[in-house]
């Protein structure tokens, strides 16, 4: 059975920093993704990264601010979140896609973390 587990969430002022964590057990040789969702709003996409490594991809409103990454020997993969702006406030959900290949919709990601969230004050 396929775990994840988020952490990292929490309040900081417009133009900090956080960084999230996700430890994935149960399955090896897969992609990883980022999503979050806001009040009222549908779940978005953030960043994606194939567990080698050597792929990423990026919302357009997060590209050049947030990097995604992977620690292999830990089953963890991480989301860096600098210059944080208050829209980018949401629940932020890590989730893992049995295939490999990089992927943006929600609907083709396999298992999903419980969420932290993510409050950015102006």
């Known amino acids: 059975q396929v775990q994840l587990v988020e952490s990292g969430g929490g309040l900081v002022q417009a133009g900090g920093s956080l960084r999230l964590s996700c430890a994935a057990s149960?399955?090896?040789?897969?992609?990883m993704g980022w999503f979050r969702q806001a009040p009222g709003k549908e779940r978005e996409f953030v960043a994606a990264?194939?567990?080698?490594?050597?792929?990423?991809v990026y919302a357009d409103a997060v590209k050049g601010r947030f990097t995604i990454s992977n620690e292999n020997a830990k089953n963890t993969v991480f989301l860096q979140m600098n210059s944080l702006k208050p829209e980018d406030t949401a629940v932020y959900y890590c989730?893992?896609?049995?295939?490999?290949?990089?992927?943006?919709?929600?609907?083709?990601?396999?298992?999903w973390g419980q969420g932290t969230q993510v409050t950015v004050s102006s």
């Open positions: 990264i194939r567990w080698s490594g050597d792929s990423t």
């Open positions: 989730a893992l896609r049995r295939l490999a290949g990089l992927c943006t919709s929600a609907n083709f990601y396999d298992y």
């Open positions: 149960g399955r090896s040789s897969y992609t």
